[in-house]
């Protein structure tokens, strides 16, 4: 989309790959929340970088493991396209978070590169000396890792390192709420809301009484959508668009978009 700025890596969470993060790719399902991270990344100029972790099986991240092929393929890129001096900025979500957080020294030492920045979503593990800005989102229904960033941001902050900490409350579903999916429309995503609503699966002020991953909200939706309406959706957890944006409305522990865009205007300017 124009002249690269700099190199924007992505780190999935436990149970995910980077086939999360695309559409236009064999075997990837684009998730709304990842995709609209990339169209972020893309927004600043940066080239958004997918990589999976070594553990297909629990499909974590392991830093002694994963740091060394995640370093070639940043080194990789930068040196073809001459970005020696552009800034990588690092995005993780819970493992990756976690990740994210741990890479730039090691990177650095070994491959003569500098990971400049971090963003660590809904984790908040630790404080890489050579990251020159932190960035933690938590959400609010995650009171530990919130502490836990407190704190991190404070000791960065007595150090003179650009540190923040980005808080994230639960979203109301309102009528538009399900159009964060590209592929359901206005309408379709006002009945879900009605139907959750009339469910009493919402409060009063349309927020989630339960967390999605503990209730029977697909039953509610099945029952008055079409699986044509629902995009053909297998509202299966960590491979469903749908399950995905239950989970950011409830605000404990999923991916989302909110709050990245605020991180990289804050660590890029």
């Known amino acids: 989309r124009g002249q690269v700025s700099g190199i924007l890596f992505v ?20 998730l709304p929340e990842e995709r609209a991270i ?9 080239l958004v970088v997918a990589i999976s972790s070594t553990n297909r ?13 995640v370093g070639k393929i940043l080194k990789t890129l930068s040196d073809r396209y001459h970005l020696e001096s552009k800034p990588i900025v690092a995005f993780g979500a819970s493992s990756g978070g976690a990740f994210v957080s741990e890479i730039a020294t090691p990177i650095q030492l070994k491959f003569g ?13 630790a404080d890489d000396e050579m990251a020159k800005c932190r960035v933690y989102i938590t959400m609010d229904r995650d009171e530990r890792t919130r502490v836990i960033a407190e704190h991190l941001v404070a000791n960065g902050l007595s150090r003179g390192i650009e540190t923040r900490h980005l808080q994230l409350p639960p979203v109301p579903i309102t009528k538009d709420f399900f159009t964060r999916i ?11 809301a009605t139907a959750l609503q009339n ?11 339960m967390n ?7 039953d509610v939706l099945t029952a008055v959508l079409s699986p044509e309406e629902l995009n053909e959706d297998t509202l299966q957890a960590d491979l469903s668009a749908i399950s995905e944006v239950m989970n950011v409305a409830h605000g404990e522990h999923e991916m989302t978009r909110d709050g990245v865009r605020e991180a990289l205007e804050f660590c890029l300017g």
């Open 11 to 30: 780190a999935h969470g436990c149970s995910h790959s980077n086939t999360d993060w695309f559409i236009e790719c064999d075997g990837c399902i684009g």
């Open 38 to 46: 990339v169209d972020i990344g893309l927004e600043f100029g940066l």
């Open 57 to 69: 099986r629990s499909k974590c991240w392991q830093t002694e493991i994963d740091v060394e092929p």
């Open 113 to 125: 590169i500098s990971v400049s920045a971090f963003i660590s979503q809904i984790a908040a593990a």
């Open 182 to 192: 590209p592929e359901i429309n206005l309408n379709v995503s006002s009945r879900m």
């Open 199 to 209: 469910a009493e699966f919402l409060d009063e002020n349309n927020y989630l009484r």
């Open 212 to 218: 999605p991953r503990r209730s029977e909200w697909r």
